[in-house]
């Protein structure tokens, strides 16, 4: 496994999560890295990639890796002046700064785009006829626009309406596109402070969902899901 992000703190923080996992599976010859990236600098994505296998394959190695699975998991910071709590007080769309919304295109639907061209990902997936990639996002951005979230949902629904694209590009070559919708608040320390854990989407039955997407079936693959909570069955993020 390979985590990729900006900051190599919190990479590290979620090497050690992910090894602990493995540890308490028994899975005591699993490989955890990180490297840094940025996928919105194009010289970054390349040697990031390039690093990725010189981690698991050095030169004198002549094991066969080769990537599998990319989840992509990208977006930038929420604008300066977005509030999560309280919200009346949110950024009307005429007040959307412009330099701001260019960067969450380029961080999203760019950023997938100088991830999906390097050798070790689409082109060596369509080589192999196998391989998954898994675009994860708020269903109240992908899908919906909120009104409180005109800031930061344009980018999402670009990068959905991206990956089906793929899906039907891709999966004739035997690489399986999918995007999961997320329509729970996910549970961590600052979300208990919103709302009754009871009512929180579980980090770990979200990743279980992921790992049955990647192991779906040719002849059965979801070009999307959606992962909502029960309590949010009658809410407008069902509305597909």
Same mark, same amino acid.
């Given at each position: 496994?390979?985590?990729?992000?900006?900051?190599?703190?919190?990479?590290?923080?979620?090497?050690?999560?992910?090894?602990?996992?493995?540890?308490?599976?028994?899975?005591?010859?699993?490989?955890?890295? &990180?490297?840094?990236?940025?996928?919105?600098?194009?010289? !970054? /994505?390349?040697? *990031?990639?390039?690093?990725?296998? #010189? =981690?698991?394959?050095?030169?004198?190695?002549?094991?066969?890796?080769y990537i599998d699975l990319v989840i992509f998991n990208v977006a930038p910071p929420y604008p300066s002046?977005?509030?999560?709590?309280?919200?009346?007080?949110?950024?009307?769309?005429?007040?959307?700064?412009?330099?701001?919304?260019?960067?969450?295109?380029?961080?999203?639907?760019?950023?997938?785009?100088?991830?999906?061209?390097?050798?070790?990902?689409?082109?060596?997936?369509?080589?192999?006829?196998r391989g998954c990639i898994l675009l994860s996002g708020?269903?109240? &951005?992908?899908?919906?626009?909120?009104?409180?979230?005109? !800031? /930061?949902?344009? *980018?999402?629904?670009?990068?959905? #309406? =991206?990956?089906?694209?793929?899906?039907?590009?891709?999966?004739?070559?035997?690489?399986?596109?999918?995007?999961?919708?997320?329509?729970?608040?996910?549970?961590?320390?600052?979300?208990?402070?919103?709302?009754?854990?009871?009512?929180?989407?579980?980090?770990?039955?979200?990743?279980?969902?992921?790992?049955?997407?990647?192991?779906?079936?040719?002849?059965?693959?979801?070009?999307?899901?959606?992962?909502?909570?029960?309590?949010?069955?009658?809410?407008?993020?069902?509305?597909?």
């Amino acid at each position: 496994i390979c985590l990729m992000g900006r900051r190599p703190n919190v990479l590290e923080q979620v090497r050690t999560a992910v090894t602990a996992v493995h540890l308490s599976q028994n899975h005591k010859d699993a490989k955890v890295v &990180c490297v840094t990236c940025d996928v919105t600098d194009d010289r !970054s /994505v390349k040697e *990031a990639f390039e690093q990725v296998i #010189s =981690l698991f394959c050095g030169p004198d190695d002549n094991s066969y890796y080769y990537i599998d699975l990319v989840i992509f998991n990208v977006a930038p910071p929420y604008p300066s002046n977005f509030k999560f709590e309280g919200w009346g007080d949110f950024i009307q769309p005429h007040q959307i700064d412009l330099t701001d919304m260019n960067l969450q295109m380029d961080t999203q639907v760019n950023g997938l785009i100088r991830v999906c061209r390097q050798p070790q990902v689409v082109p060596g997936m369509i080589e192999r006829t196998r391989g998954c990639i898994l675009l994860s996002g708020e269903s109240c &951005c992908n899908l919906n626009g909120g009104f409180e979230f005109g !800031s /930061v949902a344009p *980018a999402r629904a670009a990068l959905r #309406s =991206l990956g089906q694209s793929m899906f039907q590009s891709y999966g004739p070559m035997g690489i399986h596109v999918c995007n999961m919708n997320i329509g729970g608040i996910i549970d961590s320390p600052r979300t208990r402070t919103w709302m009754p854990a009871g009512e929180l989407t579980k980090p770990d039955e979200i990743a279980e969902q992921f790992l049955n997407a990647y192991q779906q079936k040719p002849s059965v693959w979801s070009y999307e899901i959606q992962l909502s909570p029960g309590l949010s069955a009658r809410k407008v993020d069902m509305r597909m």
